[in-house]
């Protein structure tokens, strides 16, 4: 049966279904009937990855990802569906795990980890459970676990995800890891350099969540930093430069989050700090003139956290914190054929607008692009803001040979697609771009 005949049948018999759960088809079931009602359908939600790991398996075969100039088949995931970079990532490292492969000769090969495949052939096992077996034998994997260990942890922790949810299935498999941690075969101070992690991720509510797990060095000095910064404080300043005598109310945590801002801004200040995008690290904050005017709003850096102008204000005043104002028109800066490099001005402006890499479907920062003549300047392209966008390094070295065209429409970067990914050779504009455009047309 073809495959678009076999999806058009899956989807009118998915119409039927949920035709005869609105009509009140379940009315009639028992308690226990109607749990194994919800048992078998999530038996069928979860045979339904079987369809993901072998169309991504074809798409990384084809080499779908460069085709359409993306980096990884991740990145084509998250455009084409619109789905989040940990869904997505969490698709293909199912599929590479899972889904059926071939030799170099073309020849059938059985899935990396049979045992979990078959659970979830069988729908057993949802993809939650899937990307907490995958990562705890990936974990073990890479500290020199030999295969019959692997294999002996996969049939278990199987069988687990057949009775735990992913809560007690992740706390087994985190004691697995522990059971399997090869300590006496490696040197623990290469054990520890191994598993250093820093993560940081932005919550809904504007503040940030921090996991660290730092080695004994950079512990060592951090806390070296921090200890003094973060003491209790007896005094506050009071009024006519007085001082005067106070009960720090403030927690160990919050004192040592205070240090730790406190040593953000003094490396602001020192002006030694790291290269982002072709000038020292800065951060930059778009804020509307308007609000800026007023002292209302919000204004927001190039990673998306809103600041209160109030606080940006003061932040501005004290650091390395540079507004970058936007009016209804825009500015425009102007260096003509001057000089090649974009000025330290011109960098910070291109941060503000475009926020990152302009290709569509990606989603690096500032920090990681390099500055694009659109133009080319050995083609007698100026070095103008309206010649001038932010590409991370794969896309700024891969577009071209891809077929792809960036032009600027109404001062925002657009790509053009080659025919054999579009026919009719659509523009597009990266969706972060084309979110903080309408964001602020909203403000005006």
């Known amino acids: ?206 503040s940030w969540r921090a996991e660290l797990r730092l080695t004994g ?30 009960v720090d109310e403030r927690t160990h945590g919050q004192r040592t989050h205070d240090a730790l801002e406190e040593l953000c801004d003094r490396l602001l200040r020192a002006g030694n700090e790291p290269g982002t995008g072709g000038v020292p690290a800065t951060v930059v904050v778009t804020i509307g003139y308007e609000d800026l005017l007023a002292r209302t709003g919000h204004g927001r850096t190039s990673d998306g956290t809103r600041i209160p102008v109030a606080e940006l204000l003061e932040l501005a005043a004290e650091a390395e914190i540079i507004p970058v104002v936007l009016n209804r028109s825009g500015a425009v800066l102007s260096l003509g054929r001057s000089r090649r490099i974009a000025s330290r001005a011109q960098t910070l402006a291109l941060v503000a607008r475009d926020g990152g890499c302009s290709f569509p479907g990606c989603s690096h920062p500032p920090e990681w692009c390099e500055r694009h003549h659109i133009r080319a ?22 577009f071209a040979s891809r077929g792809w065209v960036c032009r600027l429409d109404g001062g925002t970067p657009t790509w053009v697609p080659p025919r054999f990914v579009d026919p009719q050779q659509r523009p597009l504009v990266n969706n972060r771009i084309r979110a903080a455009r309408h964001q602020f047309e909203l403000m005006a």
Request: glycine share 10%; proline share 6%; aromatic share 2%.
């Open 1 to 206: 049966m073809p495959v678009n005949v076999a999806l058009a049948a899956l989807s009118g018999a998915l119409d039927g279904l949920v035709a005869a759960v609105h009509d009140g088809g379940l009315d009639h079931l028992g308690t226990a009937d109607l749990v194994l009602f919800l048992q078998r359908f999530e038996q069928v939600r979860n045979r339904m990855s079987l369809v993901d790991h072998r169309a991504l398996g074809d798409a990384e075969r084809r080499d779908l990802a460069g085709s359409l100039c993306q980096g990884r088949l991740s990145r084509v995931l998250q455009q084409a569906l619109q789905i989040s970079a940990g869904e997505a990532g969490r698709r293909v490292r199912a599929a590479e795990q899972l889904g059926f492969r071939t030799s170099m000769l073309g020849e059938p090969l059985p899935p990396a980890r049979p045992v979990l495949a078959e659970a979830q052939r069988e729908g057993r096992v949802t993809p939650e459970q899937v990307s907490i077996v995958l990562s705890c034998l990936g974990r073990v994997d890479r500290q020199g676990t030999g295969p019959e260990a692997l294999a002996r942890g996969e049939v278990t922790l199987t069988q687990l995800a057949s009775s735990f949810g992913p809560k007690d299935l992740q706390r087994c498999a985190d004691r697995f890891v522990e059971c399997l941690d090869p300590d006496g075969n490696r040197p623990q101070d290469e054990l520890v350099a191994d598993r250093r992690d820093v993560r940081l991720s932005p919550c809904r509510d504007g």
């Open 217 to 246: 060095v950079l512990g060592s000095k951090l806390l070296a930093l921090l200890t003094p910064l973060a003491r209790p404080r007896a005094t506050v300043p009071g009024p006519d430069e007085s001082v005067v005598e106070t």
């Open 377 to 398: 300047w050995a083609d007698g392209g100026p070095t103008d803001l309206d010649n001038l966008t932010l590409l991370c390094r794969y896309h700024h070295h891969n």
